[in-house]
């Protein structure tokens, strides 16, 4: 009797310290894949670069045109989601082309005109503005859905907004209207060519 009850306690002794083990090892396995994740993010943050300059030339793949640009030219309205995009935080999880270049999916004309008037406007100064984009009315729309996405409209001193079928066009036709960005003090002429009147 007295033997049956010391394997007994033997047995649930064994079986303890066999539970024990297994939880500790688990436990030791969580904490080893977490530190692995934290290993793997530090490595991360240290190859993202923490401040880009502003030096930087940077190529960039819109709508399948290649654009070459200096990173300070992006940055030329700090606010905007296109400075932000290419802050040097996020260049890493943009989608890429074949050849490695950030991708945005924007028409590559509307893009060349934002691009040319942020370099007009990196360079301008009170006794020259920088140009408006010049836009005919029936890109007008896309335009404006480009500028948008890309944070530039509060830049750009467009009022108008999207209303109905025809957005800023409708309100840029409408006999004796005035264009909602001719108060803008940076702009030098109107966004539509030839619209001088308004």
């Known amino acids: ?9 033997l047995l649930e ?13 688990q436990r030791f396995l969580e904490a080893d894949r977490e530190l692995q994740q934290l290993v793997l993010e530090r490595e991360a943050l240290r190859e993202m670069p923490c401040e880009a300059r502003q030096n930087d030339v ?14 300070e030219t992006l940055h030329v309205c700090p606010t905007s989601f296109l400075a932000e995009l290419f ?11 074949a050849e490695g270049h950030p991708f945005l999916d924007i028409d590559p004309d509307i893009f060349d005109s934002l691009l040319a008037w942020l370099r007009d ?10 140009t408006a984009p010049s836009m005919g009315h029936e890109d007008l729309q896309h335009f404006q859905v480009a ?30 209207a005035s264009a909602p960005w001719a108060s803008a003090a940076h702009l030098g002429e109107d966004l539509i060519a030839g619209n001088g009147d308004a």
Do not use: C
Request: charged share 30%; hydrophobic share 35%; net charge positive.
């Open 13 to 25: 002794f064994e079986a303890a310290r066999v539970q024990l083990h297994t939880e500790y090892s």
């Open 147 to 176: 500028a948008d996405y890309l944070g530039l409209l509060p830049h750009l001193g467009l009022a108008g907004e999207l209303s109905g079928r025809d957005g800023w066009q409708a309100a840029a036709t409408l006999p004796g």
């Open 58 to 71: 940077v190529s960039i793949n819109v709508g399948g045109r290649l654009f070459t640009v200096k990173r």
């Open 1 to 9: 009797r007295l033997q049956q009850d010391r394997e007994a306690v």
């Open 87 to 97: 802050s040097g935080r996020w260049e890493r999880s943009m989608q890429k082309d």
């Open 121 to 130: 406007r990196k360079i301008e100064s009170p006794e020259r503005p920088a």
